[in-house]
């Protein structure tokens, strides 16, 4: 028996006990938006620490910040020629809300068929504990090939105020010549999948401030200017009838698709229907003349992802609110920059709003596009995959962000490879999180041979 399928032996005659710490770490509500959750993730993160000083890890520390602690952990080969890789990943999880969309509460992991559902289940106590329990098993079954570090964060979820600052300081510490960064994920469970673009991000608020308090909307309507009104109106104008974003110069950056990468991004087999299934939406939507994958990784976009104005429980109360306040995010492709998008944007939006009510902004944060088709470590990851699938690798644009890997890129010099073992329909961020287990499970195999391909 090979190193490699001793270690994947010992993965599976201790599966029950790994799903046992898997339920463990995902009971803790590590939920970084909420302050009173703050002392679950000081428990998370003694959590990891305690599971790293069991492994025999060489280091293992706690770092304090600002808001929430970062866990960083090393484990040294005794070849002096070895390779470092560093691997990242995130404790906290999203708030669990609403809770009565949940079947089963969401810090109470419960399987069911073959499904682990749990808030943090995909994103991503699932995927860092798939790295470390396959750390686990190479150690368990001789020598590590190459040196492993790890850095966790409890921030990532609102989007890791702490992180930069943190790496730009422990710039040694960090250095690595491989990252691996499984906070991405598969196109279906059969597909094993490499991302090779990350659209860049920025978030900011926009407030409409009316009368000095909520008005009785039969005294004042008709006088004073609803901000929920004024509001919705400059939403409105965001988006021409053709779907793209109205903002004047918004798109004087984008990179023209050539055909090489239209050719490449038609490559992954995920289908409208495919969408609409996952997504439960009626019919697609968006800019005219892409493709939904075009659309989807390598095209800009403007959402609103949160309005709040007035009253909002149950029954009736006529007012005019006193204020409306919009969270807004814009997804970037190159080479469009994010300081210049937020300051067209934040422009276009002052150009909208009338003198009957004033407006404010909150720029909450902001990265550029990510590509790293040469990432270091790569083809053996590649390899692990084949290995474990049977069959090629997909590769993908990611709609979503993942700044980390830019941050590590600028600071440490190396690009990071994207990949995970979520899929499409774990309902990450939404009721009824979920954990596809035997994709879970091959993801485990596959590190494992990813980490033992280093020995040759």
């Known amino acids: 028996m090979s190193r490699t399928q001793q270690a994947i032996h010992e993965f599976e005659i201790t599966d029950v006990e790994k799903m046992h710490t898997l339920d463990a770490f995902l009971r803790i509500p590590s939920v970084s938006a909420d302050p009173e959750m703050k002392p679950h993730l000081l428990e998370a993160a003694d959590f990891l620490k305690s599971y790293f000083e069991q492994l025999g890890m060489d280091e293992v520390k706690i770092f304090p910040t600002s808001l929430h602690p970062i866990v960083f952990a090393q484990k040294r080969s005794i070849n002096p020629d070895a390779k470092t890789l560093l691997i990242y990943g995130h404790y906290d999880v999203q708030p669990p809300d609403p809770l009565d969309s949940w079947t089963t509460p969401a810090f109470e992991p419960t399987i069911r068929g073959e499904y682990l559902f749990a808030r943090g289940s995909s994103d991503m106590k699932g995927q860092i504990m798939s790295t470390v329990f396959a750390l686990e098993s190479v150690l368990k079954t001789g020598e590590l090939p190459i040196n492993i570090k790890f850095i966790l964060e409890g921030e990532e979820e609102v989007g890791s105020p702490s992180l930069e600052s943190f790496i730009n300081k422990n710039a040694d510490l960090l250095k690595c010549d491989m990252i691996l960064n499984p906070d991405a994920g598969m196109i279906n469970k059969d597909s094993p999948t490499i991302v090779f673009g990350l659209r860049g991000l920025v978030y900011f608020e926009v407030r409409i401030d009316g009368p000095k308090m909520d008005l009785h909307s039969g ?94 429980g149950e029954g009736a109360k006529t007012i005019i609110p006193a204020y409306a306040k919009a969270k807004i995010s814009c997804r970037l492709v190159p080479d469009q920059q994010h300081a210049e998008i937020y300051e067209l944007a934040e422009k276009y939006i002052r150009s909208l709003v009338p003198p009957t009510v004033t407006v404010s902004f909150i720029k909450h944060s902001g990265g550029p596009f990510y590509l790293a088709e040469d990432a270091p470590g790569l083809d053996n990851l590649i390899m692990a995959y084949k290995e474990t699938w049977h069959k090629d690798v997909t590769f993908k644009r990611e709609g979503g962000s993942v700044p980390v890997a830019t941050i590590m890129q600028r600071v440490l010099g190396v690009k990071s490879i994207l990949t995970g073992v979520g899929l499409p329909d774990d309902a990450i961020h939404s009721p009824n999180e979920r954990l596809h287990l035997p994709t879970w499970r091959k993801g485990i195999q596959a590190y494992i041979r990813f980490l033992t391909s280093f020995e040759n």
């Open 219 to 312: 005294l004042f309507g008709g006088n004073i200017a609803n901000p929920a009104n004024v509001l919705a109106r400059i939403i409105a104008q965001l988006h021409n009838p053709d779907g793209s974003v109205a903002i004047p110069g918004f798109y004087d950056r984008v990179r023209t698709l050539s055909d090489e990468d239209r050719r490449k991004i038609a490559m992954n087999p995920t289908s409208e229907a495919d969408f609409i299934g996952v997504t439960g939406a009626p019919a697609l939507h968006g800019e005219q003349g892409y493709s939904v994958l075009e659309r989807q990784g390598a095209r800009p976009t403007l959402d609103v992802n949160g309005l709040y104005s007035g009253f909002i």
